[in-house]
């Protein structure tokens, strides 16, 4: 049985994953990045000629800042801003290879902020080094060229400063991340229900919603319309009615027949509703357990995109992050396996899209995998789980928590947070 998370716990020998720690290691962890990259670096995704190359070319024919004075990309402007940037090495480089160094940038940024979130919880924050060998991550920049690694980091680093209590920069990278992607929500039940235990004051509340806002000024101050701005997001949605692409329950509908699949979306709604309702009580239950907090950032990312229907292929992404942050973490077999798990959901969800885009059934194997890596989580969870379940059974009968209701709750570390309320400025 394994015992229930606690800070000062040390379970390296249980066969948890190891921080690179020697310079042999750390050359060839580095070496292995570069040559993840190098395999994939000249071969062309189908984003690329449809979407990449005609946007980045949009850019260098009206330049890098009138090219924002129209609509010429369903991404919201913060990712465009990027390739703007990049333009200016046109004629330099090729232009796959600019979008792709712009990736693998992303990456890094990635990477500093698993570094940062290590650190707030108290661990070697070498291992982060790990994000660059991760083989979807590898996959997501080197080959497919795609910026996830940006939302994916930002909310990695919103976490990091809710554990430190800094929640006005939550709320800011919570904004940065939602400029990105709207992926970013699936942290989002840690991070509400966290902001509600430290209760933050109301006006933070507001602040996501002013930094995305912000990131749209510049095209709309040039002619991009505020509507069509502000319904990027929506419209994306409104684009695939596939069951899903992702390997999740969804893809039996894929396989065996969407039409009836897309008669039961409701229940994945419904699902995912009740798992982010849960996860956020959890976090706010224990807003000052960092690693309880990695771990429901782990299952958030994980869980959400597994209950949703109409996923595509990318959206574990957050999940196979924060659930290797997880294992660096905890350091025990049941977090070791959940990265394994939720990795080979992700790889053969990759697989399927690379090599069986038209015969999808890896995507169907991975399905299994990724139930088998939440299982592990819900394992891991369920002491905290238990505990708020009974302390709510006992608010209700007589209005006070049940004793030794709080007794799965982990115990401070000498790195936790202080317990104050929310940061003011």
Request: aromatic share 10%; proline share 7%.
């Amino acid at each position: 049985m394994t015992a229930p998370i606690s800070p000062d716990t040390d379970l390296r020998a249980e066969g948890g994953l190891k921080s690179p720690t020697s310079r042999v290691q750390l050359f060839t962890l580095l070496a292995l990045a570069v040559f993840e990259r190098a395999v994939t670096w000249h071969q062309r995704p189908p984003d690329m000629a449809i979407f990449l190359e005609p946007w980045f070319a949009h850019i260098v024919h009206h330049g890098p800042v009138r090219a924002f004075a129209h609509p010429f990309s369903n991404y919201e402007p913060a990712y465009l801003y990027l390739p703007a940037i990049g333009s200016l090495a046109h004629g330099l480089l090729a232009t796959m290879s600019i979008i792709k160094i712009l990736s693998v940038l992303g990456t890094l940024f990635l990477a500093a902020a698993v570094a940062d979130l290590l650190k707030a919880a108290g661990v070697d924050r070498r291992g982060a080094l790990l994000v660059l060998i991760l083989p979807s991550v590898a996959i997501n920049d080197g080959l497919l060229a795609q910026c996830d690694a940006l939302w994916a980091g930002s909310c990695i680093l919103a976490l990091a400063a809710m554990i430190r209590g800094a929640t006005l920069r939550a709320m800011i990278w919570c904004g940065v991340a939602i400029a990105f992607k709207a992926q970013a929500a699936f942290m989002a039940p840690v991070i509400v229900g966290a902001m509600m235990g430290r209760r933050a004051p109301l006006w933070q509340w507001l602040v996501p919603a002013l930094v995305f806002l912000a990131t749209l000024v510049p095209p709309f101050l040039l002619g991009w319309p505020a509507m069509k701005l502000l319904t990027v997001y929506l419209n994306q949605a409104s684009i695939d009615q596939l069951a899903g692409r992702l390997a999740n329950p969804w893809m039996f509908g894929t396989v065996f027949g969407e039409d009836v699949a897309r008669q039961w979306f409701v229940l994945g709604y419904v699902g995912a509703g009740l798992a982010a309702l849960a996860i956020a009580a959890l976090a706010a239950r224990n807003p000052r357990d960092p690693k309880l907090l990695i771990l429901l950032g782990a299952l958030a990312g994980t869980a959400i995109p597994f209950l949703l229907p109409k996923m595509l292929e990318r959206y574990y992404f957050l999940g196979d992050v924060m659930t290797l942050a997880l294992a660096l973490t905890v350091r025990d077999r049941l977090s070791a396996f959940a990265v394994r798990a939720v990795q080979i959901a992700s790889l053969l969800t990759h697989f399927t899209y690379i090599y069986f885009f038209y015969d999808p059934w890896p995507a169907l194997v991975g399905a299994f995998f990724a139930a088998a890596g939440l299982i592990a989580m819900c394992i891991l969870v369920t002491p905290h789980f238990s505990a708020t379940v009974a302390e709510a059974r006992s608010l209700l009968r007589c209005g006070k928590p049940a004793r030794g209701a709080r007794s799965a709750q982990a115990l401070p570390s000498r790195n936790a947070a202080p317990a104050h309320g929310g940061e003011r400025g």
